[in-house]
């Protein structure tokens, strides 16, 4: 059955340190979403894209996080000048078509730790 | 503005058991209502949805019931199993978003053998 995966795992990184987590959606899916979940919190989310740009955005998705999709298999989420409060389980999740009433297959999470 | 409330937090039954989990949104024109397993270490994972036009969806020992008047949809589960332990998460779109899903605080389901 395919999956969604998520690379690193997990990601140690300093403050003030660029950081880009990496995922690949399922293979037909065309919608792409990121979320992320603070330790011990609900699932918050953060940005969806589609045909190679951003749909919509939450208020925590701001200056200095942006996402890409470089090529037909990768999705990327990049944080510029990482602060300690984005130490979080970053998720990706992707769909088939669009809108919000079809299923949302999540990535395993890459682990961020900010020092 | 949007919400999801989820309650219980937390949740300890006996294998053989049914458990249930409740959840109120905030937002009306929400039209569909996932709920989504996660276990330690592991991303959430789709068990069943509901959309707005149906009342209650079953698939297995796992079912989902839909009140849009009153703004809560429910999880049911019976016959529960220890490898049901995990932690639920309720869900409801943003209305008019495209795929903003509005989280639940999780209930961490504990089937004790």
């Known amino acids: 059955e395919p999956e969604v995966t998520q690379t690193p795992s997990h990601q140690v990184t300093q403050m003030g340190q660029e950081v880009i987590l990496r995922c690949v959606p399922i293979s037909n899916h065309l919608y792409f979403y990121w979320y992320r979940q603070i330790l011990g919190q609900k699932v918050e989310f953060l940005v969806s894209?589609?045909?190679?740009?951003?749909?919509?955005k939450s208020e925590i998705f701001d200056d200095q996080f942006s996402v890409e999709r470089p090529d037909g298999s990768n999705f990327t989420l990049k944080i510029r000048s990482t602060k300690l409060e984005d130490s979080a389980m970053y998720f990706c999740?992707?769909?088939?078509?669009?809108?919000?009433?079809?299923?949302?297959?999540f990535g395993p999470g890459t682990r961020l730790t900010v020092t | 503005g949007e919400n999801v409330e989820q309650h219980p937090s937390t949740l300890s039954v006996q294998e053989g058991d049914s458990a249930v989990i409740k959840c109120t949104y905030s937002?009306?024109?929400?039209?569909?209502f996932p709920w989504y397993k996660q276990e330690l270490g592991k991303g959430p994972q789709l068990i069943i949805d509901?959309?707005?036009?149906?009342g209650e969806k079953k698939d297995q020992r796992i079912a989902v019931t839909l009140n849009k008047t009153a703004k809560h949809f429910s999880l049911h589960i019976t016959e529960t199993q220890p490898e049901d332990s995990a932690v639920y998460f309720c869900?409801?779109?943003?209305?008019?978003?495209?795929?903003?899903?509005?989280f639940g605080k999780g209930t961490k389901l504990s089937v004790k053998p």
């Open positions: 894209f589609y045909n190679n740009e951003i749909s919509e």
């Open positions: 869900a409801a779109s943003k209305g008019g978003s495209q795929g903003n899903l509005i």
């Open positions: 999740a992707s769909t088939r078509t669009s809108g919000s009433s079809y299923e949302q297959y």
């Open positions: 937002d009306s024109a929400s039209n569909y």
């Open positions: 509901i959309r707005s036009n149906v």
